[in-house]
C-alpha cells in the first residue's frame, strides 16, 4: 500500500485547523503532489487502485498526482473532524484550551476538541478501510488519518503511532511488516 498526505494547503501554512473544513492547495502543495505522482511512477505502483479522502485538497493532490486515475472517494479517510475548532488557528485554540498545547507535536491533543471526533472513532473507521481494500493500492488522505493508518498496519500503540512522521510531498510504502518513506 503507498500512503500519501495531501499537499500543503493555505491553511497549513497559517495554523490553521482543518479537520472536515477545506482550504486549497498552496503552489507547494501542488508541486508537491506532482512529485508524488512521479514517485509513484518511479515506484511501478502508478496503475494500482486510488482510494482517496473527498476532501478537496486530497482530492485535488490525487488529481495532480496521477490525473490519468480516476481516485476511488471514502470517507473513511477523511481527517480527523475536529469540531469546534476546525477553522481555528493553533493559537486561538490553546486560548481556549490551554491543556491542548501540552504537548504540540503530537496528534493526540486534536481528539479533545469539543463536539469533535475521539480517537476510539477514528480508529475504527481506518481499521474497518484497511480491512476493506486490498494492500496493493495507492490512499491519498490527511496528516493524522495517515499516521493512524501506518499505526495500524505496523501493529503500534498509539503512543508509537503519535510518533510517526507525516510529512506532504512524500510517500509512505507500507508492504512485508514495514513502511518506508520514498521520495525525490
Known amino acids: ?59 485535488e493532490t490525487a488529481k495532480l498526482a496521477l490525473p490519468e486515475v480516476r481516485p476511488i472517494t471514502d470517507a473513511r479517510l477523511a481527517e480527523v473532524a475536529m469540531g469546534d475548532w476546525q477553522g481555528l488557528g493553533y493559537d486561538d485554540i490553546l486560548r481556549a484550551a490551554p491543556d491542548a498545547g501540552a504537548n504540540p507535536g503530537s496528534f493526540l491533543w486534536k481528539f479533545s476538541a469539543p463536539r469533535g471526533e475521539r480517537l476510539e472513532e477514528m480508529q475504527a473507521r481506518v481499521a474497518s478501510f484497511l480491512a476493506a481494500v486490498p494492500a496493493a493500492s495507492i490512499v491519498v488522505t490527511h496528516g493524522v488519518t495517515s499516521q493512524l493508518l501506518r499505526g495500524a498496519i505496523l501493529g503500534l500503540s498509539i503512543e508509537e503511532t503519535d510518533l510517526l512522521d507525516d510529512r506532504q510531498g512524500v510517500v509512505y510504502r507500507a508492504r512485508e511488516g514495514r513502511v518506508d518513506m520514498l521520495e525525490r
Open 1 to 59: 500500500m503507498f500512503i500519501l498526505r495531501h499537499g500543503e494547503t493555505v491553511w497549513n501554512v497559517l495554523g490553521r485547523m482543518q479537520g472536515g473544513l477545506d482550504s486549497p492547495l498552496t503552489e507547494r502543495g501542488r508541486a508537491q503532489a506532482v512529485r508524488q505522482g512521479e514517485i509513484l511512477r518511479a515506484a511501478g505502483a502508478a496503475s494500482l487502485p486510488v482510494y482517496c479522502s473527498p476532501q478537496g485538497r486530497a482530492l
